[in-house]
C-alpha cells in the first residue's frame, strides 16, 4: 500500500536543502574583500599574481595589508581573484620585489627589509636599513639580486643590491641619481638592465658595466610622480601609466606603451569617461596591463576611483573589462566593457535556479502525489441485484477498469426479508 508524505515532511526536507545552499552561497559571496588603498607598493609574476603591499586608507591611516590578485585564472573587473597574505609592517610606497624563484616576496619598508616565503606564508627579518622612504625595487632574473636605488639621502645616493644568499650590498654609484623620492624602476630582461623613471627623466643601470645611461621618456608623459612603470616577462614592452604633476596639479590616465626593440613609444587608448589614477598598484600578465586601486584627486583629499580594477588589452590596445588567461574562450560580445559576467553573479545565478528548482520539483510532486492518492481512493459503485438468493455490488477499483464482484455483508438468505 502507497504511503503519502504529508506537505509539511516535504517542506522541512526542501527547507534543509535550502539552508544549506544558502550556507554555502553565503561562504562564495563573503570571501576575502581587500581595503582599498592608495600609494601602495606592488611586485608581479607574469600568470601567477600581482601582490600589493601596505598603502595609505581613505583615513590617511597607514595599512599592514597584503594580498594577491591571482593571475593563474580568468576574471571580470567587477570581482577579481583575491587572497589574503599575512600582514607585514604598515608602510606605503615602500620597496617590494618578488624573488626570481616566485617563492618570497621581498619589502623594504618602515626601516625593515623582510621577505615573506610565499609556500609557509612566515615572515623573516633581513636587515634593517634606515632612510628609506619613498622608494621601489626590481629583481635581476638572471642573478637573482634586487635592486634598491635610494635617493632620498641627503648625505649619500646608495644602489642597495640585495642578494639573499649573502644579506646585501651597498654599491656606491658614480652616476649622478637626482635627489628625488618620486622615482619607480623596473627590471628590462631584453636589456638585462635596470629602468629607472624619475620626476623628468629616465635612465637605465646595468648590472655588468655599473654604468648609469640616459634614456627617452614619452614626450607627452607629464606625470612627475605617483605613475607606474612596468615591464613585461620577455623584455619586448615596457608600460608606463598615470601619475601626477605637482606643476600642472593635474591627475592622468593615459598609458605609453614601449617596444624595446625599436626603442619606440606610442600612446595608448584613454580610460574610458576620461578616467585618471594615480599612487596604484600594477602589474603585467599575459599581454594584460591591471591596475588596482589607488586615487584618482587633483589635491591632497583621497578620492577613490569608481573602477577599483582596470585592465588594458596590449594585444588590441583597448581598455576591457575582462583578464583572459591562455586556452580560456572569450564569449563574443558586441560591448568588449559590458561582455564580462562577473564570477559571483554566475554562482549565486546557479544556486538560485538550483533552489527554485527544487522548490518547483518538491510543489510538482506534492501535487502529482495528492492527484495520484485521490485516484486510488476513490470509488465508483453500481449495484443492481443479481439474483434472488444474493445481493453483490460491482465495484470499479482506480483508474485502470478493474472489476470485482462481492458478496454484500449484509445480504439476507432467499426468502427472509
Known sequence: MHREHPLPQRVNCLAYIIFFLSFYLSTLVQSYQPVLTYNPSSAFVD??????VGGYLDSGTITPQIFMIDLSVSWNTDSPVYTELPNGNACYSCASAISADGQNLFVLGDSQGRTLNLQSKQWSHVFTFNGAGRISAATDPLSGKFYIPITNLETARLML????????????????????????VAWNTLLNKLLFVTDFDMHTYSPVTKEWTNFARPPEFTATQDFCIVSSKSGSKVV?????????????????????????WKKGAPIPGGGVRRSAACGLSNDYFIVWGGDTSVTVDFIPPKNLTLVYDLRT?????????????????????????????????????????????????????????KASSSVTTNTRPLDNDSRRETVQVGSFGTRLEVQHPHACPSGIH
Open 161 to 184: 643590491i640585495l642578494d639573499l644568499r649573502n644579506n646585501f650590498q651597498p654599491l656606491d654609484t658614480d652616476y649622478e641619481i637626482p635627489l628625488w623620492n618620486w622615482y619607480k
Open 240 to 264: 608606463l601609466f598615470g601619475g601626477y604633476s605637482s606643476n600642472m596639479r593635474a591627475t592622468f590616465g593615459n598609458i605609453f606603451i614601449l617596444d624595446v626593440a625599436t626603442l619606440t
Open 317 to 373: 590596445d583597448e581598455w576591457t573589462s575582462e583578464y583572459i588567461t591562455p586556452n580560456t574562450p572569450i564569449l563574443p560580445t558586441d560591448n568588449k566593457e559590458a561582455s564580462g559576467v562577473s564570477k559571483t553573479a554566475i554562482i549565486i545565478g546557479a544556486v538560485v535556479a538550483l533552489i527554485i528548482g527544487l522548490m518547483a520539483g518538491g510543489i510538482y510532486e506534492y501535487f502529482a502525489q495528492q492527484k495520484r492518492s
Open 47 to 52: 600568470g601567477k599574481a600581482l601582490y600589493v
